[in-house]
């Protein structure tokens, strides 16, 4: 016998969806669908779902006073849904809702705010499946709070229901913090069996740890809130025993993933089937976990130490990444962004110095590189043994393939590269 909750942190409504390729939207999702209104007519219908016996907000439910009247028929909409559930509905008010919380609070029937103007207060929930539980809440009672709000919480009565801490604030957030600071010691042993924070929106509660932790944002507002998103699904049993399950029932999901361009040899051709391959098996590393993702973000960065730097800045600036999104699984997969922190393998310009074989190689490799004069006579050379080669008997089932300039010249940086390395490395060895 246990009561179920379900915990949700900073919604933000209001505030527009993160932003995303336009062309998401020919792919069949709304890019609407994918923001804070979306996450809370889900979190609603879970709580109803799972026969929650309460709701609770952690504060920055409301983006800001602007948003008052947008967020008024939603949460009008899915407290009233609850209550027809039987489930309430509780709340502490953050640091964007300071001011529009309480309000709101005060005009929707059963929306029960905790700890208003900063005073700490509590309510009990009753469950007829299990035993009744006592949030203990604050709320912010102006924009900015520089001193821990847990200097004024009341001694805590020794008897009484298992009681959970519900506030918006800033974990470990040091004396200069603006937003209500705690030190996770100051919570330790300070009553509640557990607090549940909103604030800093990439959740960092664990399932099985009793370490007070960030619910985060119900789904990600901006691509650098990676990661699982979603409502927490909290147990109270027999005891005070605690369960705690991330429900991740984000429709939006942004993850960061590196990609390493080592082994790329022609950027341009290679890129978008080395980015897609990486994206497909992040997809499928994350499995059930993307249940409920309809549209799946990537933040790449390039990696590694390349052979053709300037081959790839020219590749990544080519737009071919904006080739995304793609459909697949049921969701679509796009880039939010790409950054390029590969280094180049080989420094052409210093090598090319040098009188020795590496240097000679250096020369040509910075003349096909800059496809001038001498490049065009390295290529002109190369063609007709290139050509003899593709005519052996031992590819008479393949198509025939037309030997163009700019292939001649990627065989020869390819080759050229490789031939560079290994004679760098005789050259170590030899020392
Ligand atoms: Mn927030």
């Keep these: 016998m246990s009561t179920r909750l379900l915990l949700v942190g900073d919604v933000h409504l209001g505030r527009p969806p993160a932003r995303l390729p336009s062309s998401v939207a020919d792919h069949g999702v709304s890019p609407a669908g994918l923001g804070p209104t979306a996450g809370w007519r889900t979190a609603v219908q879970a709580a109803i779902d799972h026969q929650v016996a309460a ?22 909409e899915g407290v009233q849904k609850l209550a027809d559930a039987g489930i309430q509905v509780c ?47 604050w709320s912010f009672p102006a924009p900015y709070v520089h001193q821990s709000p847990l200097a004024n919480l009341p001694p805590q009565a020794v008897e009484g229901p298992p009681t959970l801490g519900i506030l918006h604030g800033d974990l470990d957030g040091g004396s200069g913090s603006r937003y209500a600071p705690v030190r996770r010691s ?26 007070p932790g960030y619910l985060g944002s119900l789904v990600p507002l901006d691509p650098s809130e990676t990661g699982p998103h979603g409502p927490w699904l909290v147990t109270v049993g027999p005891g005070g025993r605690l369960t705690r399950e991330h429900l991740l029932l984000s429709p939006l999901r942004f993850e960061p993933l590196e990609i390493a361009a080592d082994g790329l040899t022609e950027p341009a051709e290679e890129l978008l ?20 993702t309809q549209a799946l973000g990537f933040q790449l960065r390039f990696s ?36 390029d922190a590969t280094r180049p393998a080989l420094d052409l310009a210093e090598l090319a110095r040098g009188s020795d074989p590496p240097g000679l190689l250096a020369r040509s490799l910075r003349s096909l590189e800059r496809d001038d004069e001498l490049a065009a006579q390295l290529i002109a050379a190369a063609t007709p043994r290139i050509a003899d080669a593709a005519a052996h008997a031992h590819f008479n089932g393949l198509p025939p393939t037309e030997i163009s300039t700019g292939m001649v010249r990627g065989l020869l940086l390819r080759s050229g590269y490789r031939a560079l390395e290994e004679l760098l490395a005789q050259q170590e060895e030899g020392r």
């Design 304 to 339: 590694g130490s390349v052979g053709l730097p300037r081959q790839l800045a020219g590749a990544l600036a080519s737009g071919r990444l904006a080739e995304s999104p793609w459909r697949e699984s049921g969701r679509v997969l796009f880039i939010s962004s790409w950054a």
């Design 273 to 292: 089937g080395l980015v897609s391959e990486a994206m497909r098996a992040r997809q499928g590393g994350l499995g059930d976990e993307l249940a409920a």
């Design 91 to 137: 709340a502490v008010a953050g640091n964007h809702d300071v001011e529009v919380l309480p309000r709101l609070a005060g005009a929707i029937v059963g929306f029960h705010l905790l700890g208003a103007g900063g005073t700490w207060t509590d309510h009990v929930i009753e469950s007829a499946e299990g035993p009744p539980v006592r949030l203990l809440g």
């Design 55 to 76: 709701l609770v907000l952690a504060g920055d439910v409301v983006d800001s006073t602007n948003a008052r009247f947008e967020a008024f028929g939603l949460l009008q």
């Design 186 to 211: 100051e919570l330790a042993g300070r009553g509640p069996l557990a607090w549940f924070l909103g604030h800093v929106h990439n959740p960092s509660l664990q399932p099985d740890s009793d370490e």
